[in-house]
């Protein structure tokens, strides 16, 4: 809808062969934007479908972590590199298709035209398969260097899905902060549609001057000048029509441009905006929280089988009436930083005109300095949640012991938690595209249209790269217990670390696998 409001609004300063033009553009963008419509129509129920077959597939690999955490990690990591491998394969194969193939196209400037531009030329394919080789061998050095940390990683891991299993029920439980943050996106996308439509309809005269015949009677007199539809239509006629006939003009018209709308209403979208992050932030907050109290529970308890059955439901209670004011301030702090990122980048936008080497240098620092102070902040947030849950403390003195915590075992975050979360990011990686590549192919078999006799699609890769983002993210909500578990054990670990030492008085609370990898035992008198 942008392309055809911009081409309506330069429509009046074109001559008759740039309309075609931008006709013909417009066209073609509608005739590629139907086509996708109609394949996501098409393809709906293969794409529910494949939904529920990502989210039993990470069902099947959470229990397959519980059982076979060390070969599914290294089969993992293992089935990541085929993919790159058969990544660059694809690049080279289109490489040489192109290279022995070349295809000349005509210059277009519409989304399918420039995608053909980009696609058919060998250097694409060049470029694409030195990148994907560049990543693939960093990513083997990084598995190589870190191949011994890995093995204390897959125990932490393991630690984690003990905990989970012990706990069934938290494995659901990231659906219920999902739907709530689904109900607050679609409320804060409602108040901005309010506020986008506060204000008083402006009007202005448009090809006044490029219309000769039209004759305003001395109420307008140039183009982009405030008008009033009723008076335009009463004052405006087109003087070359038949006598007697009251004709409007042909050309010139009260061209509605928008809404004036009060300057106020800029601080409101700001409120707005603000109140949309710092909800946001909250709700996945109050979820690790309550995660964090579940967990630290099953790793306190030194008889696992003496765990609480409502274990979960203690957590949810224990988050919801003593740490809301916790979770509100940590929240605040990330929504007031996420939205200062948000005004530089609408300040980058703005002085694009006057864009030159300084203003791009500060901006560009400003921008890195805030995002690395947002992750920054995210990381002593999640870890003051869970000591807060470990402890009871207020906001500032868990994040304070945290933040000391995690220093004076900097060299164990770095090689155990660290390691963590990047198998756990391989792992989402290897799903999303693994059912990207999947649909795609399954996609382009015809023992699956003469099944369920359809239609086939025009571009098989929409549904392939919506389900890959969709696998991502449905990863990413079923992986964040794993990741809350495994950060909340491994905080738990360092603290029992440092106040036990394995006597009779003071026992260590870890489990004997993990004392076991780390050289540690309870001394029995």
């Given at each position: 809808m942008s392309v055809i409001h911009e081409i309506n609004d330069n429509l009046v300063n074109l001559?008759?062969?740039?309309?075609?033009?931008?006709?013909?553009?417009?066209?073609?963008?509608?005739?590629?934007?139907s086509q996708i419509v109609q394949d996501l129509v098409q393809s709906r129920w293969y794409m529910a479908g494949a939904m529920l077959?990502?989210?039993?597939?990470?069902?099947?690999?959470?229990?397959?972590?519980?059982?076979?955490?060390?070969?599914?990690?290294?089969?993992?990591?293992?089935?990541?590199?085929?993919?790159?491998?058969?990544?660059?394969?694809?690049?080279?194969k289109n490489y040489v298709y192109y290279r022995d193939n070349p295809v000349s196209l005509i210059q277009t400037t519409n989304l399918k035209g420039y995608a053909q531009s980009i696609f058919t030329k060998q250097e694409t394919w060049m470029t694409l398969l030195v990148v994907l080789a560049i990543v693939l061998t960093i990513l083997l050095f990084i598995i190589i260097f870190l191949r011994s940390r890995i093995v204390i990683a897959i125990a932490l891991i393991r630690e984690g899905s003990k905990a989970v299993t012990a706990i069934k029920s938290t494995v659901l439980f990231p659906i219920f902060p999902w739907l709530v943050q689904c109900a607050a996106i679609a409320y804060g996308v409602l108040v901005l549609m309010y506020l986008l439509s506060i204000g008083d309809p402006a009007f202005r005269v448009v090809n006044l001057k490029n219309d000769t015949n039209c004759d305003c009677s001395g109420a307008y007199t140039e183009d982009y000048v405030s008008c009033d539809p009723i008076?335009?239509?009463s004052k405006c006629r087109d003087t070359s029509a038949s006598a007697g006939v009251m004709a409007t003009c042909r050309l010139a018209s009260c061209h509605f441009t928008g809404l004036d709308s009060?300057?106020?209403?800029?601080?409101?979208?700001?409120?707005?905006?603000?109140?949309?992050?710092?909800?946001?932030?909250?709700?996945s907050g109050v979820a690790d929280m309550m995660l964090a109290s579940t967990f630290s529970t099953w790793y306190w308890t030194m008889h696992k089988k003496n765990l609480p059955f409502f274990t979960l439901t203690a957590g949810v209670y224990r988050t919801l009436r003593y740490h809301l004011g916790t979770v509100a301030l940590g929240s605040l702090?990330?929504?007031?930083?996420?939205?200062?990122?948000?005004?530089?980048?609408?300040?980058?936008?703005?002085?694009?005109?006057?864009?030159?080497?300084?203003t791009r240098c500060i901006l560009c620092f400003?921008?890195?300095?805030?995002?690395?102070?947002?992750?920054?902040?995210?990381?002593?947030?999640?870890?003051?949640?869970?000591?807060?849950?470990?402890?009871?403390?207020?906001?500032?003195?868990?994040?304070?012991?945290a933040f000391s915590?995690?220093?004076?075992?900097?060299?164990?975050?770095?090689?155990?938690?660290?390691?963590?979360?990047?198998?756990?990011?391989?792992?989402?990686?290897?799903?999303?595209?693994?059912?990207?590549?999947?649909v795609y192919y399954l996609l382009q078999v015809n023992y699956l249209y003469e099944v369920t006799r359809g239609e086939r699609l025009h571009h098989n890769y929409i549904p392939a790269v919506i389900l890959s983002v969709a696998t991502y993210l449905i990863c990413t909500i079923f992986f964040n217990v794993y990741s809350m578990a495994v950060d909340t054990l491994f905080l738990c670990f360092l603290e029992d670390c440092e106040r036990n030492d394995g006597s009779a008085e003071k026992p260590y609370a870890m489990s004997k696998n993990l004392m076991k990898i780390l050289g540690k035992r309870n001394k029995i008198e």
């Open positions: 001559d008759e062969n740039q309309v075609l033009e931008q006709l013909s553009k417009l066209i073609q963008f509608d005739q590629l934007s077959g990502v989210v039993v597939l990470c069902f099947v690999y959470i229990l397959l972590l519980r059982w076979l955490v060390a070969p599914v990690v290294w089969l993992s990591i293992a089935g990541l590199h085929v993919l790159f491998g058969f990544s660059i394969y694809l690049c080279y008076t335009f239509t009060p300057h106020s209403i800029l601080y409101l979208h700001l409120v707005n905006l603000l109140g949309f992050f710092w909800t946001m932030f909250f709700i702090i990330i929504a007031i930083v996420r939205v200062i990122r948000v005004i530089l980048e609408y300040i980058d936008h703005k002085i694009k005109k006057f864009d030159n080497a300084f400003c921008k890195c300095f805030f995002w690395c102070l947002e992750n920054f902040l995210k990381f002593i947030n999640k870890n003051a949640y869970i000591m807060c849950a470990v402890h009871g403390k207020n906001f500032c003195s868990s994040a304070r012991d915590l995690l220093m004076r075992n900097i060299v164990r975050v770095v090689v155990l938690d660290k390691v963590t979360d990047f198998i756990f990011f391989l792992s989402k990686l290897l799903i999303s595209i693994g059912v990207g590549f999947a």
